[in-house]
């Protein structure tokens, strides 16, 4: 299998420019400077700013930016995030692929922000899932962070989650132990976790050495509140499944630990960013 | 300036499995085969099936995998979408981001069709933008045609859009009109457009010679009927900014050419889909 | 299919130097500095000066380069073109590669300039083909401007070109004509064009709504003069096939609007540049 | 600095392609299947034969390929060198790509056949030299062979060469002679070659232990056979600068043991090949 | 920061093969079929068998291979652990990088073994480090486990092991354990190690929340015996600094968890195996 | 086949950091400085320094990094030989990656020099082979230089070696001299050595025109003597197989010229090196 690790700034650069900005390369003096910020025309809460400003850099790495927000910050409609100063032809080549960053990643910030508040509950931790966009999990993990929200595994290397589909796989019960153990021995210190469907399963699952978290899919507040009930050695319980902002917060009374929820990472509304050249010329 | 082009799906299986799938590998016996199929959870229209089966060969090149669904058609909750056969170990390990994929750009046709439909108008063209994910134009432009719509532009390269930041760049008109004339002097094909926010600049557009299109930027529909009025030597008109599945008959009744929509492919919904394993063993 | 995307400064360096450059080693001291410039050793029409210039500080961020003639003048014998110091080291691993650029990208522009002085015509646009040197198309579409030509598309992906070898795979006018509105729907504003050896083929192509240019391949003057004549809709003509230096004039005196003419890039005599070394030491 | 190996056809295929081929994807059926086969329009001598096959299989790898005519062997105008079988969308994709590569490494066995018949002398090797095109060299030293020719040094790792502007940087004869000891005692099977200008340098050179060969720069025969008559501990030399179909001959009487020629590889003429549709449908 | 992640078989085979295999080239016929096995030549925990025939199918496809002894299975001298057939060329192209990689990689996994074997305590698990040669983490890493081994953390992202050079960064406990309640608000899953040199150290970290385990470096038997009985909430043990084969029993019966030992991969002596052409022809 | 150059560097960061080092980001003080210095922990002979070096400026560009020792001086235990200053999150980040190239290149060149010295005979020149850790040949065969020996070829593409597998595809001696002309005709500067086991194999091989040199595997001292008494035409003669620091003596009495070691490069003893902050704060 073909595995590749490429920077994505560079990979969008690519996709954008292409064989050349035939508007900058025509339209606009090559020596001219300018200064330029990027603003937020809604409140939000900003994320992906690095990134926005690396962009800029890596078309030209002469331009200058500051980062005046840092992530994690709540902007309001008007306000700058980056500020930016160097070459025109630069600034312009730049512009759109550092903001469909920073729409994004700031959409994702926002949206866990809202269901971090709608839990309304400290001690329950807001996780994202793998569900993110292919080639951005590293950015998009890191603004769920900035969000106020925390990081499920980073994918199928860093933590163990045997999910239903795995268990279809039929074999006994003793069997599963088995493989946990031989888990175990090779790798000491990475995290097991189950998922159960059924409260049934969460009986099971408890009783077994080594699981160390159970993934309770798809249940109702009174369900969830019945798993916890049947917590031992400390074994953790995620809640997973149709979440809203609407119902996070009853979720949240249950006792779990953690709620995941997809839609941080795979459906927020981008964050409307603008790009405004402040000065131009000499 | 760095520009990478890599395969998003390569890119995509790096991140996921980085060095390797631990669950897999412990838990699911090495030989096993399986028989799979991804399935839609609720209505929409389908896109990025043929991306979503590659990532299983990908995985495995020896997965046989069937698109049941073709891109651009309607799917009912509960329908599949791809079948998949081959090692248990290999379906598994492609799963996520082959879900990953196809529910954003389901996502993006499905919101597309919306447009096209609530436009209600054959004769104007719903177009994307560059506002795409980072590393996803090709997939998410596919994905728009799929839904009804049509592309603009696909980068910097393929048309010319001069906007609001190279005006403020400020020459005189006929400087710009000299810069239009050595464009086409070296690119005789590339079609080119320029952005207006006032009816004042769509009158001096439409004068110079070269112009193909304008881009009426913010205008009410009042606006924008006044300014196809102006309409001079087969230019084409195209309506952005604002655009709403409510007020999108309304601008299409303008006269316009064009309705380009930003929200295409930075705001659409992920569609839910899942992955069933539907035969297990032999 | 596998496609990348890689800077050919990088590959060109990559392949002279190998595992390492063993004369500069062991024959140039560590730390000499040094002063050099790239001469022409005869008259020439100059391009991929900037490309030459980078090589060198790709080798070595902390050489100094200097264009001294910008792409598209005209060079005499033994003037420099491009000046640069830094270390000898650096200056001699770069010297080959920066050559081998500038020696055929200048070898393009000399040609093109030939084409555009003997076609003698204003109004008819030069063109260059995608039969380039493969890996250097950018560079070399970029030489044919700077010799006064124009370009024709870069790839396969901006612009519609409908070949022989498309309409041997025969189906009926109309069903040609409905692929073209199609395609018309999804990209809107890609410039079509068909090719046709036979004014019959003229006559019919001039009817069909959509098409946006002609190119006569290998017709006589005569037959050139025929299906310029047919001209409706604004239709652009373009000739190709076996045009020479001897009859590119009579062929511009036609009335096509462009001439396209793949030697310009796949068979240009490589113009002679050296690199003298004008200070060593300190 | 940054060193990259990629394959020159997935960057070709990439550099063409792009975002995709709009013509073939609107205008072919995506199921349709044809043969065709590559035939030249003028007599040469062919070389990147296999390069074009694998064009068409990097395309599409269900295509079957099939070499008629080995690299070296001589085509005549009319006659086919690769057959083609596969989907028509495929081989029209790769089409132009494949014969870029065929046009321009068949100039160079061409040219380079040229040569060696107009040296008419068996004992003297034509060679090639580092003026290659950026990212071709491996594909271009072969066709030299194919033409007849043979390999100087594929780049700066393989031998040694000290040239003019190494020697500028004046020290002394024992350092010269110290600086080749250490070289032998690293690398002690790399061959070193110097160049020399004057009668008087290669009468220097001679006595230097360690020295294999020696370059005889711009000399005109009769000085080129006082250099041979120089020659001790079997010191082979090679004859480089100014050579022509019609001088090459003569310098091959002087006794020289090599002649190196640039344009083999920097300025060929490219051979006409086209792809011919054999068969259509079915 | 350049980050780049590349497959270490195609690197390698870039390295070795370069520009082209001379040899086979010259002295193997191009149809040539044969057979061949890597053969031990001396007893040995075998590793990296699928690695070495992987390179001979990245070498060509159409090699076929069979692994006969799989990784952590102990071979004879003598004995086979691949066998390959397919043409002669492409074997004899892929033999010495395949037997790079598995030489290496069985030498990890025997020494390995032998740490393991001298531990004799069942309950202690044998670790790696992250000192593993650049490039090869993830195939030694696994070799470690072949032998018999467990793995530490793949890298500085799966897991936190706070050092003395972090902690050289004084701040006071109170500021430490906030940090830890910060991390563990973002990352509640990732495991928290704190390495110890003292035992004064380890009677701080043991009421530490969110410490999972301890790190005691560089302490004699005594001292560890000391650091274990110091033991709280579940926190485990590992030794290391100066472990080797004599020492290694007496460390383990101390009670620590875990031995982690640098020498497994930094250290190994390389397997000898040879390839054994066994049918030429045919 | 699928070839590909990367920098073991960048690699070699990518699989030690990947999604990011979660322990320095949360527990170092982004804007905190410090000094370090990378101290030998025991007596070596030094070699990777500017590898090692370099590390640190990949991982940060800003900072500075100074060698103290360079490559091929002995280094004292305790003594610095690379010394670092910037952020300390780089430096810390940086370590291991460093310390892992360091130690392996340093571990070359010292069990290079004992060879070296062990053999104690100035004309006879140590070798290194071609067993090499895959990725890192270009910087271990530098690390034999810096022990003071001398390298064998890079790889296969700059000197023809017929081992015996090559020999065992048996034509007659006609056509092996026939094969070695063709060779000669096609690279008239690349070496040619032949491998012989049997006396009697080198008394047929010194009669070849066109060998230059002869692998006398696994001879005896004796062996090897008279092997050197049938000499002709100034051929090399190189012994290997079963060389250690106890026979080496007695093998570079017999007359060869070469003597080649593969434990060099696949068996060196890493050399333990560690990295100190010196100062952190300011």
Same mark, same amino acid.
């Given at each position: 299998?073909? @595995?590749?690790?490429?920077? &994505? ?51 030209? &790495? ?29 600034? +312009? ?14 959409? $994702? ?17 807001? +996780?994202?899932?793998? %569900? ?8 998009? %993990? ?10 499920? @595994? ?8 045997? %999910? ?17 153990? /031989?888990?175990? /021995? ?16 969460? @009986? ?9 978290? $159970? +993934? ?15 917590? %031992? ?9 149709? $979440?809203?902002?609407?119902?996070? @917060? ?33």
């Amino acid at each position: 299998m073909k @595995r590749v690790r490429s920077d &994505p700034i560079a990979v969008a650069l690519s996709e954008d420019i292409g064989p050349g900005d035939v508007t900058t390369d025509f339209f606009v003096p090559e020596k001219l400077h300018s200064s330029a910020r990027i603003v937020a025309r809604e409140k939000a809460i900003v994320a992906g700013t690095q990134t926005g400003a690396e962009v800029f850099r890596q078309v030209d &790495p002469s331009i200058h930016t500051e980062v005046v927000l840092a992530d994690g910050a709540e902007v309001q409609a008007g306000e700058s995030v980056v500020e930016i100063r160097g070459l025109a032809r630069s600034i +312009l080549k730049a512009e759109r692929v550092a903001l469909n960053f920073m729409q994004r990643l700031s959409g $994702i910030a926002t949206l866990t922000r809202e269901f971090v508040t709608a839990a309304g509950n400290e001690r329950v931790k807001i +996780l994202d899932t793998r %569900k993110t966009t292919p080639g951005l999990r590293e950015l998009e %993990k890191a603004a769920v962070v900035a969000g106020g929200g925390a990081n499920h @595994r980073l994918g199928l290397y860093d933590m163990v989650l045997i %999910k239903d589909n795995h268990l279809s796989i039929s074999y006994g019960l003793s069997e599963f132990a088995e493989r946990i153990r /031989k888990l175990r /021995k090779a790798r000491p210190n990475i995290r097991i976790e189950v998922e159960a469907d059924r409260l049934e399963q969460v @009986r099971t699952f408890v009783e077994i050495e080594g699981v160390d978290m $159970i +993934l309770l899919d798809n249940m109702t507040p009174a369900q969830l509140r019945e798993a916890v009930a049947l917590r %031992k050695h400390q074994i953790k319980f995620e809640a997973s499944g149709g $979440i809203t902002l609407e119902n996070v @917060r009853r979720i949240a009374a249950t006792g779990v630990d953690f709620i995941s929820i997809g839609a941080l990472t795979h459906s927020p509304r981008a964050i409307d960013f603008s790009l405004e050249m402040t000065h131009v010329g000499g």
